[in-house]
């Protein structure tokens, strides 16, 4: 094993394009996916102002914002943004299909924002990165690593797919349930209308209340471990079991939450339902907001402007099915099923991932 500098053993590939564009890939910042190792999203024959080149197997790295841990393998020849270092293995010095995996790597993003300048817009240059230190073993070492990390690699996108499917199929299956179900007024099913939260500012974790604020639910519809707590405590912004919490602002307008347990506050930019229960299952009504359905009345009724927006009298009128009680409770139970299977295949990615990052490490 022999500590060598990344520019050792990989070079910063700096070729600018000059012919026609048409038909030729173009990736910016935007197409790389935090985490991943692979791309996966890229446009043609769209309008920029790219020139830097990058061939297939190379490494378009994210240097714009490091912190955000953008890096990924090149699966074809293109053009990228100038805000993206191409890099490139030096075959002699370590196997291609390896370097990846030290590129996209906890312990280099760390050193890529430690070298990155400017206050808006942090940037890294080569220069610093060609520093960064790798433990690198012997060429047959390499070989048997790199066989040994894509293989969980693509073990681990498989579970994702897994995760994938099921959300789809739980969609596909409340339509088939309840595409010809009555719909009502989101607010026919509430013991009263939307009601907006707190505007009191977030204070550090006092151990005891939670501030619930957008930014600290995820897409998937859980809480982040970004922990705070309201500086002013009212309690008729205080959560009970059953409250859904719609996001009424922003990029992510229309993402929901279920209050489940703890004692928790809800923040100004949230819209608070509180469902009544005989009419409408809690879970029931989170599984609709998660339906192609409910995201294609978000995209048509959401204001576009600075920033998008849905209003609480907007919510009010939200058309949702109202099937029976019995029918409600049996989706309700296929859907925690398929909870349940998404968080053991979570789990595994989890796993996975450590196991990448220690091999990486040795």
């Known amino acids: 094993m022999a500590k060598v500098k990344l520019g050792e053993i990989a070079t910063e590939y700096k070729k600018t394009y000059k012919g026609n564009k048409v038909g030729i890939p173009i990736v910016g910042l935007e197409h790389l996916i935090p985490g991943e190792v692979k791309l996966s999203a890229w446009d043609r024959d769209s309008d920029?102002?790219?020139?830097?080149?990058?061939?297939?197997?190379?490494?378009?790295?994210?240097?714009?914002r490091a912190y955000l841990k953008k890096a990924a393998v090149a699966p074809f020849d293109g053009i990228c943004s100038g805000d993206i270092t191409v890099?490139?293995?030096?075959?002699?010095?370590?196997?291609?299909?390896?370097?990846?995996?030290?590129?996209?790597?906890?312990l280099f993003f760390d050193f890529a924002v430690g070298g990155s300048a400017g206050s808006l817009s942090p940037r890294v240059k080569w220069e610093h990165l060609r520093e960064y230190e790798i433990n690198l073993p012997s060429i047959k070492k390499?070989?048997?690593?790199?066989?040994?990390?894509w293989a969980a690699y693509e073990l681990k996108e498989s579970?994702?797919?897994?995760?994938?499917?099921?959300?789809?199929?739980?969609?596909s299956q409340f339509i088939e349930m309840f595409g010809n179900v009555e719909n009502k007024p989101l607010v026919d099913v509430c013991i009263k209308r939307g009601e907006y939260g707190s505007n009191t500012p977030a204070d550090d974790y006092d151990g005891n209340i939670r501030y619930v604020r957008i930014t600290?639910?995820?897409?998937?519809?859980?809480?982040?471990?970004?922990?705070?707590?309201?500086r002013k405590i009212e309690e008729k912004y205080m959560l009970l079991p059953g409250d859904l919490l719609f996001a009424r602002t922003g990029n992510t307008v229309g993402k929901t939450y279920l209050h489940k347990s703890g004692k928790m506050i809800f923040a100004g930019y949230l819209i608070r339902y509180r469902l009544n229960k005989e009419l409408m299952l809690p879970q029931f009504a989170l599984a609709y907001t998660h339906t192609n359905q409910y995201y294609d009345?978000?995209?048509k009724i959401k204001k576009v402007g600075a920033q998008p927006n849905i209003s609480a009298a907007q919510f009010d009128l939200m058309p949702i099915p109202v099937?029976?009680?019995?029918?409600?409770?049996?989706?309700?139970?296929?859907?925690?099923?398929?909870?349940?299977?998404?968080?053991?295949?979570?789990?595994?990615?989890?796993?996975?991932?450590?196991?990448?990052?220690?091999?990486?490490?040795?």
């Open 48 to 64: 920029n102002t790219f020139t830097k080149v990058f061939h297939k197997g190379q490494i378009l790295f994210g240097r714009r």
């Open 87 to 106: 890099i490139e293995a030096i075959p002699q010095k370590i196997l291609p299909e390896l370097l990846p995996f030290y590129i996209q790597n906890d």
């Open 142 to 149: 390499q070989r048997e690593l790199a066989e040994v990390l």
């Open 159 to 171: 579970y994702k797919k897994l995760i994938v499917a099921t959300d789809e199929m739980l969609k």
């Open 216 to 230: 600290d639910i995820t897409e998937e519809g859980n809480l982040n471990n970004v922990v705070v707590s309201p």
């Open 297 to 299: 009345w978000v995209e």
């Open 323 to 362: 099937p029976t009680k019995d029918e409600q409770t049996e989706f309700v139970t296929m859907a925690e099923q398929a909870d349940k299977s998404k968080f053991e295949l979570q789990k595994s990615i989890t796993k996975i991932d450590y196991v990448i990052k220690s091999l990486i490490r040795q």
